[in-house]
């Protein structure tokens, strides 16, 4: 497909207001749920991270697409944000080591997006209103046409996204040599949580979202991690349930992000739909056991309810976003389970928090030597 410089697009967004862009990417019409990213780099692995399922990716640098793509540079098989706006669209890239330009590769994945839109306004306006659903369209300009469209699409909340994004199949990672077993629960996991736990020591298998406690646990793990994901975890019940189960092993577990919230909901904790979410690799996380700040990466628009969890005295909160003081991290007391709402696995974003992966093979580790003295 030719790209047309100076195409006109449309964004619509639920409350009515809309902006008038141009063309990026393939030409056609995408809904979802807009969210702004205020990371300055990453924006491949951002794209292809499968916790964006069903949300039109806002992302606030002045230029996207500058350095390329990269065919390693991914965190699934394929983008999965449903559509892309931006401020400058770059046709050219000048890293040598890329293989496409971002324009090329939006046509490969029929990304429809659109471009020379004032994202600081726009920015601000999803700050303050909240987050809402938009429709992007390139190849439709009637504005009362689209609000109709955009009327028939359903709200984030209540949404159980994983299922469409998870492995269907369980597949294996790394080096089956390894010291260690970990079961993953692919709830939309990024292939960076993968290789760290492989980097490691750990050979994993990956398992689907709706693998029974018996499957999983059949294989001997010496540790699970509970992955990443899209939607809302209160529509996840079954998943609850599941890690319930598994709490009940006394196998150490490890969650991130939705797998932080799901733990949490099994824990007989609470989520809830935030204003607009925290996406971006500049987010300040407190340690309060070390009393040490991260700057973290960070992408979810659900959160686990602080003020429930630090009146449990078998919870203990382990770290909180400086921000906005919502809870970022948790231990189970009477279990081997932590989780934080962030990505220590950082793709992108810094590596504040790679010691989490530490922390999880030490108490696998510790798990180990226990089993045998017992």
Request: charged share 20%; aromatic share 8%.
């Amino acid at each position: 497909m030719k790209y047309l410089q100076g195409q006109r697009a449309i964004l619509l967004l639920e409350d009515g207001t809309y902006y008038e862009g141009k063309a990026a990417g393939k030409f056609g019409t995408t809904t979802g749920e807009i969210a702004f990213n205020t990371g300055m780099t990453g924006y491949q692995e951002i794209f292809t991270d499968p916790s964006y399922f069903g949300q039109i990716l806002l992302m606030t640098p002045s230029h996207i697409g500058n350095y390329g793509i990269h065919p390693d540079e991914v965190e699934s098989e394929s983008v999965k944000i449903s559509g892309l706006v931006c401020k400058k669209f770059s046709q050219i890239f000048s890293r040598a080591a890329s293989e496409e330009s971002i324009q090329a590769y939006f046509e490969r994945q029929n990304l429809v997006g659109i471009s020379d839109i004032d994202t600081r306004a726009l920015v601000r306006h999803i700050r303050d209103k909240g987050a809402m659903n938009a429709i992007i369209s390139s190849d439709n300009l009637d504005v009362e046409a689209l609000k109709a469209k955009l009327a028939e699409v359903p709200s984030m909340a209540g949404l159980e996204l994983s299922s469409k994004v998870c492995t269907k199949e369980v597949y294996e990672f790394g080096d089956p040599s390894a010291e260690h077993k970990v079961s993953v629960i692919d709830f939309g996991v990024k292939k960076n949580i993968l290789r760290c736990l492989s980097d490691r020591g750990c050979y994993l298998k990956v398992f689907p979202m709706d693998a029974s406690v018996d499957e999983i646990t059949a294989w001997g793990p010496d540790g699970i991690m509970l992955s990443n994901g899209p939607g809302d975890p209160a529509a996840m019940g079954a998943s609850v349930e599941l890690i319930q189960g598994l709490i009940r092993t006394n196998i150490p577990m490890f969650g991130i992000c939705l797998g932080h919230q799901l733990l949490s909901l099994a824990a007989g904790l609470t989520t809830f739909k935030m204003h607009n979410g925290h996406r971006g690799i500049n987010h300040p996380i407190k340690n309060m056991i070390t009393g040490k700040c991260e700057i973290t990466s960070q992408n979810h628009g659900f959160v686990v309810n602080r003020e429930e969890a630090e009146n449990r005295d078998d919870i203990e909160v382990t770290h909180i976003h400086l921000n906005d003081d919502t809870l970022a991290g948790i231990r189970l007391k009477n279990a081997k389970a932590f989780s934080v709402q962030f990505h220590p696995e950082s793709s992108a974003g810094p590596n504040d928090s790679r010691y989490l992966f530490d922390d999880f093979i030490t108490l696998i580790k510790e798990n180990k030597t226990q089993t045998i003295e017992a």
